[in-house]
């Protein structure tokens, strides 16, 4: 059986029920499946003002069957998140964390930073997850996910506030070649496109979705229906993408 990762991305639960019931849907939809997934990944702006009140609310709306690993975007906040969504001791450090089978391995990297919309790979992440390569055996693929997309995406409002600094990143897979994708989110818009040599993978957003430039001017378009992506990854470390709506 291959490895099935579901993506999901940008809840933004607030206090209105809207953005909670969509996200309710996209995990009752995993819920529902026949298989077990091996994870779901869900790659920031989980909070849309980084309340506790709003991650007390995304623990219900984003709880699942499945493993589930959760990375903050530019709308949350390090201390409620790891307060509230994650149950641990607050802190404003980058929120890395590393999800490890034998089968694959995937670092979800705090690409946020505080007070601000566009991202950045702190240099404490990019050395843990040196650290979290290295320790990988070169038979196994990786998947490294953030929120903050690392190029453009001939999306203009997101490209103002994507990920900056990015060969550094580009510097830390070199000559590490199991790793196989890049994942995140931020766009609210199902994307695919490539970032040093690999592909990245941009999951749609659930709350809403950015319209294009050729799509006319609307800011954002409330009514299309909440999505997912499918990550595969087959025996030879090829990984395939399957963007799912869910109506
Ligand atoms: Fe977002
Ligand atoms: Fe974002």
Redo the contacts with the bound molecule.
Sequence with gaps: MPVVIAHVS?I?IDSEPRAAERARRVFDHLDALPADLDLVVLTG?IADHGLDAEYAGAREAAATRHPLLICP?N?DDREAFRRTLLGVPPSTEPVDQVYRTDRFVLALCDSSIPGQDDGYLADTTLRWLAAELDATPDDVPVLIGFHHPPVELNAPFVDRIRQFGEDRLAGVVARRPNVVAFLA??A?TAAATRFAGLPLLVAP?VVSTIPLPWEGDRPVHLDQPPSLAFHVIDDRHRVTTHYRVVV
Excluded: T
């Design positions: 940008d933004h702006d975007g709308h989110g931020h609210h957003g």
